[in-house]
């Protein structure tokens, strides 16, 4: 059998920040390093399955970290399962190359339901009364316990939120460890989620970004002795590879705001604030970091045009893209926006619709991902007065989604056996393939 395959996806690492790791280093010290360019959305959920398919959006379906989805006029945040990647993944491949080659994928967002042999990420318990109980999302359906007896619950509250901290990576690691003593997969793919906490909240060049680099390089030098010991001796190939590189931002924009003052927008007026009225809408953008996606009712070309000719040249937006020209970016897809916004790297976008903080939905002040019709890098902040999240999105200080065009927003992609990486420049979609290399060559 080949060597076991370990894949560290690691959002906002970048090759500058691995002289502040130099235990990670000294475990890769024999191997490889090269450039890895994410593909755009350069965000979670799109790069993770263009890693895990080889693929563009425009094939396996995943547009963004949501969807919006049109007949049931419902978005979907953070909660969708595996089968939304529409593409063969590595560990169908690997079960096609030989039936007894196992995996396991601990931590990343798409992977409830999926084909791996092995699965571990969170699925907090809602209550009626709009309390959590911690719990995680496992195959076998009863390993979370046994991972809570040793190692207590997932501390969800890590995770995300003003409170996140190297505490949910570490619980992330440690519980790998215990797979890996466990199970011994083949192919390992985890989830590190630590340095886009800091890199967001107060910039990747921020002394607090710094000390997360020195906070997680403790913990991957403890992942890596762990494995070491549960594969009894044999050394996994260890690949460490960027999701995306994050950049200063000091520039916001707003675009359901902008489509709400040109009348596309409609609201519906609540107790507990405004909230978008998605069947009576004509234009709606579901945001997401750095781009969004612009629905518009039964894609109307004459309000495609309107949405082209607001933002075309406003700044902060880098590329108005609609129809056939979303295909540039591999968008092209029944799931996508009929307009796509991309922002200039120093910018990013906001999902805010409201025009008087007043009016502003109670969620609007909570962590609270799924209701949140996009993403909100806020919930990193606490406004001490209300100990809420805080309604200034200038407070953000990192960001990232926009395509790859400048060498601040490059990533980097390791191994630990010298040549593994024959190539100088990969693509996020290249994992795919050399990851599937290393089980091809042990047959």
Not at 142 to 161: I, K, S, T, V
Not at 250 to 278: C, F, Q, S
Not at 340 to 352: C, E, K, R, T, V
Not at 398 to 426: D, F, I, M, N, R
């Amino acid at each position: 059998m080949p060597r076991p395959v370990v894949l560290l996806s690691v959002p906002a690492l970048r090759a500058s920040d691995l002289q502040q790791m130099p235990k990670l280093l000294s475990h890769l010290k024999k191997g490889d390093r090269a450039i890895l360019e994410p593909s755009f959305p350069c965000v979670t959920w799109p790069v993770e399955a263009h890693m895990l398919t080889g693929k563009l959006a425009e094939s396996h379906g995943v547009i963004g970290n949501g969807f919006f989805w049109r007949e049931e006029q419902q978005v979907e945040m953070w909660t969708a399962w595996n089968e939304k990647i529409t593409a063969p993944q590595i560990w169908d491949r690997l079960r096609d190359l030989n039936p007894k080659l196992t995996s396991a994928v601990w931590f990343p967002m798409l992977s409830k339901g999926c084909g791996a042999d092995y699965i571990c990420m969170p699925a907090p318990i809602h209550n009626p009364d709009g309390t959590e109980d911690l719990w995680c999302y496992t195959k076998p359906v009863e390993y979370y316990g046994e991972l809570r007896a040793r190692l207590g619950d997932f501390p969800l509250q890590h995770f995300w939120g003003p409170l996140a901290n190297i505490k949910a990576t570490q619980w992330i690691t440690d519980s790998a460890v215990v797979a890996a003593e466990n199970f011994r997969p083949d192919f390992f793919y985890l989830y590190i989620p630590h340095l886009d906490y800091a890199a967001q909240k107060e910039g990747p060049n921020s002394n607090s970004a710094m000390m997360a680099l020195t906070e997680l390089d403790e913990v991957l030098d403890r992942l890596v002795a762990g494995f070491q010991k549960a594969y009894g001796g044999v050394e996994p190939l260890w690949l460490v590879a960027s999701e995306y590189a994050i950049v200063p931002v000091d520039h916001v924009v707003y675009p359901n705001r902008v489509l709400r003052k040109a009348g596309l927008l409609e609201v519906d007026e609540r107790e507990d604030g405004e909230l978008i009225a998605l069947e009576r809408s004509k234009a709606w953008a579901l945001c997401d970091h750095q781009f969004s996606h612009v629905f518009v009712r039964d894609a109307d070309l004459k309000v495609v045009q309107r949405i082209v000719e607001a933002f075309t040249g406003m700044p902060g937006i880098d590329e108005v893209l609609f129809g056939e020209q979303r295909a540039k970016y591999g968008m092209n897809h029944e799931r996508s926006g009929e307009v796509i916004l991309i922002s200039s790297p120093n910018s990013w976008q906001a999902y805010y619709w409201w025009l008087d903080d007043a009016y502003a939905p109670s969620f609007a002040r909570k962590v609270d991902i799924h209701r949140k019709p996009g993403y909100d890098p806020v919930e990193l902040h606490l406004d001490r007065a209300t100990r809420g999240t805080p309604l200034d999105a200038t407070l953000v200080r990192g960001s990232h989604g926009a395509p790859a065009k400048q060498k601040e927003q490059l990533g980097v992609l390791l191994s630990s056996q010298t040549g593994t990486l024959a190539q100088e420049h990969y693509q996020d979609t290249d994992v795919f393939g050399l990851v599937l290399q290393q089980f091809e060559a042990g047959q």
